[in-house]
């Protein structure tokens, strides 16, 4: 269904900037 693929995409966007600051913690240790 459209309407399961878009829920999946919000629930992805919502979960991206928690793993974006993870890899920049990877990378840039405080």
């Not at 309407?3 to 995409?9: E, G, K, L, P």
Request: aromatic share 0%; glycine share 4%; hydrophobic share 40%.
């Amino acid at each position: 269904m459209e309407r399961d693929a878009i829920i999946r995409n919000l629930e992805i966007i919502g979960e991206a900037p928690h793993h974006i600051s993870e890899v920049l913690k990877e990378n840039h240790p405080m």
